[in-house]
């Protein structure tokens, strides 16, 4: 084992000759090699073929992290298994799903975190099975293991998300709200979606192409009955204000005549079998193959194949099934088919019965099947297995760096069902097969900051539900809970009950419109926070024990902290007319109800019940802090960004950088300062506002809404006008 110091607060640690993940993005100049260095706090034990870490949990030590996995923000008492699964039952006890997301922080009287960076199966067991004993399983000896250590958890947290490279950027319509099904799979059925969404005044920017626009479930074709000119379809739906967002499946069908398949075939493109025959494995096509993504020529080929979609004008996707997901191959079949025809007309026992049940079920994304296929690494076959946790990390970087090509200066909206640490650099991505269980709402909640940590930044869950039915009030809760979630998009599984948000009853719908509007006028917050986040390599969401160190926010996971000014506390039991809620310091509580006015509350410091009816939305903006808002429209495109209304709660000082940029171009990389600061002084009861601006803006009337720490209103309009600001209200 080498060790290097990165900087102050993080130490690599290489065991072996590891394989390039590039999953972090960090200058390797510098690195300082450390003589004798030996990891602190954990024990580590090599073996042939496998590595040991082991760590003492600490009475209070909260172990936060490991991203997209079941369970509460804090994983001690967890197994948790980092294989990508597509596994569309997310219950409680299930230890992996899509993704792989090594890194997890402890957090007590001290504060540390780890990163493996490692593409094979890795467990943990954080005190499942000895309480106070963390014990994690690496299927191999060679990776790297970062170390980081700080003063405060979110310092600690920060120095990993500081290797992590400038965070995706996706266009700023893609904060609007997204209205996806498996599927509307008809050129009316699109129609039918938007124009209910513009008939109920009902915001929205995107309605999505499940699998069923392709030819035979046929990447990068079009199914014309279905679709007949299709790139006039595109045009009709963007007169209307919708973009289409078309998925894109992992899987390449057989299918002799087919362009990507025979290009695929031709030049060696697809993983293989031990022989390096293409390997063969069923998804939604029938018989597929999977392309290798480990190869940068693949990936550059796969990537330019976008461009299929983008000639007709498509400025989004979704890539999934990218585990990969396996159905089942010939193999697994073979044996299954065997094991029903010895049981036939048999007496079956239990062990019989269960062994054929057990062969059944395991037929979809078995370890076999994964051990079997074999991708290039570095000039060597290498079973797929041992790299299997960074398949959809590279589909979705082959997209990401295709539509760069493709687009030059574009930005075009992506995200992904698998991933791996890193991914967050090319794209976001949804937590996958949720149910329309209440229980899942929570589990979004959670989910939220642990996959930021890892630098996971445009995200979201299925609102309403992806399996089963939903009812009105939980696609409203969940509406709701995701008021401030990057990715805001209402997804149903095929056979369910419709969940758009005018399925329902009329009083629904107006509810409905009530959210959207609110998260609408909260794009220029949630735009100018979640910009940040990436360019700084920052969080935008943050469980309350990164700012406040009392006790009780340690334990709060149901309430979080986004971006820098604003807390929410979403409503997510069903017929719960209000919760609990903690206040860590002064907040303002702003609540939406319907019919009336808004109403503001300053909260004071404890405990209170928050009562909150399902047709109310609430949120707090924190004590010397602003949020910004726009007046709603019927898409992003058609809000007017020079109008702002600024929100301050402030006792004596508050300040905030409004960022903002033309939401479409890549212009942004170098332009982190671009925006607007506000600065807010209050002295005897009078405000004194400055605001400066930094790189090309357009705001030309800025109304500051501020409230005391009494709960006082004072309302002043700027107007900008030739670079300068007037105050339109005499002094
Ligand atoms: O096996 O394309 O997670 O969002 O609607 C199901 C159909 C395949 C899984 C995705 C889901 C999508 C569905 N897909």
Redesign the pocket.
């Known amino acids: 084992m080498k060790s290097y110091l990165l900087n102050p607060h993080a130490q690599l640690f290489r065991f072996g000759n590891p394989i390039e993940t590039e999953s972090l993005s960090y200058s390797r100049d510098r690195l300082e090699l450390q003589i004798e260095a030996s990891l602190p706090l954990f024990e580590v034990d090599c073996k042939t073929d496998e590595t040991v870490l082991r760590y003492k949990m600490n009475k209070g030590d909260r172990v936060l992290g490991l991203g997209e996995a079941m369970g509460g923000a804090d994983k001690r008492g967890r197994y948790i298994e980092a294989y990508a699964t597509d596994d569309p039952v997310h219950t409680p006890d299930k230890s992996a799903l899509y993704g792989a997301h090594n890194y997890l922080f402890i957090s007590g009287h001290s504060h540390c975190g780890i990163y493996l960076d490692f593409p094979g199966r890795i467990s943990y067991d954080i005190g499942f099975t000895h309480p106070d004993e963390m014990i994690i399983i690496i299927d191999g000896v060679d990776f790297d293991l970062y170390f980081f250590q700080n003063e405060t958890l979110l310092e600690t947290v920060q120095a990993f998300r500081n290797l992590q490279g400038v965070g995706y950027a996706p266009p700023k319509w893609a904060f609007g709200n997204q209205q996806s099904r ?1 599927s509307y799979d008809t050129r009316n059925k699109i129609l039918e979606v938007a124009d209910n969404m513009r008939k109920k005044w009902l915001p929205c920017d995107a309605i999505y192409l ?2 069923d626009y392709m030819e035979g479930y046929k990447n990068f074709t079009i199914d014309s009955t279905r679709f007949p000119d299709f790139e006039d379809m595109v045009k009709e739906m963007r007169t209307k204000g919708f973009r289409l967002i078309p ?1 894109i499946d992992a899987g390449v069908k057989i299918e002799p005549g087919y362009e990507v398949y025979e290009e695929g075939i031709e030049k060696e493109y697809f993983c293989t079998n031990i022989k390096g025959e293409p390997y063969k494995a069923a998804v939604w096509p029938g018989w597929v193959h999977f392309p290798d993504f480990q190869k940068p020529q693949v990936r550059k080929w796969f990537g330019e194949k976008y461009k299929n979609l983008v000639d007709f004008g498509i400025e989004g996707f979704w890539n ?2 990218n585990e990969p ?1 396996i159905f089942y191959t010939c193999e697994g079949l073979k044996k299954f088919i065997e094991k029903a025809k010895e049981c036939e007309r048999k007496n079956l026992d239990l062990k019989d019965y269960f062994e054929l049940e057990t062969l059944f079920e395991t037929l979809s994304g078995s370890k076999e099947d994964y051990e079997s296929m074999y991708q290039m690494l570095e000039g060597h076959r290498t079973s797929h297995h041992k790299i299997h946790n960074l398949y959809g990390f590279n589909m979705t970087r082959a997209a990401a760096e295709g539509l760069q090509d493709i687009g030059s200066n574009k930005r075009f909206l992506l995200f992904s ?1 698998s991933s791996f640490t890193g991914m967050g650099r090319y794209a976001g991505l949804w937590t ?2 949720n149910h329309s269980w209440w229980e899942h709402i929570l589990l979004m909640i959670y989910m939220m900051p642990s996959l930021n940590m890892g630098g996971f930044l445009y995200i979201g869950s ?1 609102i309403g539900g ?1 399996g089963g039915d939903a009812s009105a009030a939980l696609l409203i809760r969940w509406s709701q809970a995701s008021l401030l979630t990057p990715l805001f998009r209402n ?1 149903s ?1 095929l056979g369910t009950r419709n969940q758009e948000p005018y399925a329902f009853d009329d009083k629904t719908t107006d509810t409905m419109r009530k959210v959207l509007e609110l998260r609408y006028a909260l794009i220029p917050y949630i735009y100018s926070e979640y910009m940040k986040a990436a360019l700084k390599k920052d969080l935008y969401f943050k469980l309350l024990s990164f700012e406040y160190d009392d006790d009780h926010s340690k334990e709060v996971e149901d309430q979080l902290l986004v971006g820098d000014s604003a807390m929410m506390a979403p409503v997510y039991r069903e017929n719960d007319r209000g919760r609990y809620i903690w206040v860590p310091e002064e907040m303002l509580l702003w609540k939406t109800v319907m019919n009336h006015q808004d109403e503001f509350q300053v909260i004071r410091p404890g405990h209170h019940y928050m009562h909150l009816e399902l047709e109310e939305t609430a949120l707090f903006i924190r004590k010397n802090k602003m949020i910004v808002l726009s007046e709603p429209a019927q898409n992003v495109d058609l809000m007017n960004f020079s109008y702002l209304t600024v929100l301050a709660f402030v006792d004596h000082y508050a300040e905030y950088h409004y960022y903002d940029d033309d939401g479409i171009s890549m212009e942004y990389k170098d332009n982190e300062q671009q925006g607007m600061i506000f600065r807010i002084h209050q002295h005897e009861n009078a405000y004194k506002i400055s605001v400066d601006q930094k790189g090309n803006m357009d705001v030309k009337i800025i109304n500051f809404m501020i409230t005391n720490m009494q709960g006082e209103f004072t309302e002043i309009v700027y107007q900008v006008s030739d670079g300068s600001l007037q105050s339109k209200q005499p002094e």
């Open positions: 498996w499940d699998i998925i999934d099934m997901s069902r996958g097969d299925d992806f997804h599984a």
